[in-house]
Nanobody, 125 residues
Framework: QVRLVESGGGFVQAGGSLRLSCAAS????????MAWFRQAPGTERNFIAG????????YYSDAVKGRFTISIDNTKNTVYLQMNSLKPEDTAVYYC??????????????????WGQGTQVTVSS
């Protein structure tokens, strides 16, 4: 059974950095698309970054492009989200997602099959 476990969230001041980790287990992920979503209170869960497991395609939302970087360590079966120049509007619960997507990456949460439990990121002004 596929399991995704996020870690690395926390409290940081504006302008700071955090790195989120998503440890994946339970399958061979070479064919998976991996993504990070976030959800602030009262809002929908929104796509922010995604990559094919092999790294051949990567996509970022406009809100985080140039500040966040998604990467994969195949030796550890772990997906990372490096977040730099954090802003208060980045405050949210961050979720890791995995899916077998025939068309590659998707921005739709409904297209992903597996989710982590979420990790809180709070950015103070």
């Amino acid at each position: 059974q596929v399991r995704l476990v996020e870690s690395g969230g926390g409290f940081v001041q504006a302008g700071g950095s955090l790195r989120l980790s998503c440890a994946a287990s339970g399958d061979t992920f070479i064919s998976y698309a991996m993504a990070w979503f976030r959800q602030a209170p009262g809002t929908e869960r929104n796509f922010i970054a995604g990559t094919s497991w092999g790294g051949t395609s990567t996509y970022y939302s406009d809100a985080v492009k140039g500040r966040f970087t998604i990467s994969i360590d195949n030796t550890k079966n772990t997906v990372y989200l490096q977040m730099n120049s954090l802003k208060p509007e980045d405050t949210a619960v961050y979720y890791c997602a995995a899916g077998l997507l025939p068309d590659g990456l998707s921005l739709r949460a409904d297209d992903y099959d597996y989710w982590g439990q979420g990790t809180q990121v709070t950015v103070s002004s």
